[in-house]
């Protein structure tokens, strides 16, 4: 009986401090910043978990990526990360600028092909956010030349 009282309070001890923990963790992304937001969920694309990095999108994100094209929603920017992220791309981040609602970001972005060959670009993005999550990129990309 002893044993089983003292079993049953570890189980809610334990319990008490995982609800603890979750609350902390939720209370920290709550206090981050927009610039931190990004960089967090951009570590997620740097390992290739692209479904962790649309968690941190609005359902009716947009991104614009000026001359080319223009995508609304999860959906369409999964595909589209499916298509040209072939393998996990490889950033270098130069500058990132926060005012706001607003990210701005320069650095450039290596991208493997379809022929297994990288191809290598500059770049500078304006992300908007809305209550923590990313709801607009705006993206101006030119490719490096040799």
């Not at 979750?22 to 997620?44: D, R, S, V």
């Not at 941190?56 to 995508?71: H, Q």
Request: aromatic share 12%; charged share 30%; glycine share 4%.
């Amino acid at each position: 009986m002893k044993k089983s009282l003292i079993i049953i309070s570890l189980l809610f001890l334990k319990v008490n401090i995982d609800a603890q923990v979750k609350n902390n963790h939720l209370k920290q992304q709550k206090n981050m910043n927009n610039t931190t937001i990004l960089h967090t969920a951009n570590e997620y694309v740097s390992k290739g978990d692209y479904e962790s990095f649309l968690a941190y999108c609005s359902s009716d994100t947009k991104w614009v990526f000026v001359g080319e094209r223009t995508l609304n929603g999860k959906e369409e920017v999964r595909a589209y990360m499916k298509e040209f992220y072939i393998e996990p791309p490889v950033f270098d981040v130069e500058l990132a600028i926060e005012d706001g609602d607003f990210v701005t970001v320069t650095g450039s972005i290596s991208l493997k092909n379809k022929t297994g060959k990288y191809e290598h670009f500059n770049y500078c993005d304006i992300w908007r956010f809305e209550d923590g999550k990313i709801a607009e990129l705006k993206a101006f990309v030119i490719e490096k030349k040799p």
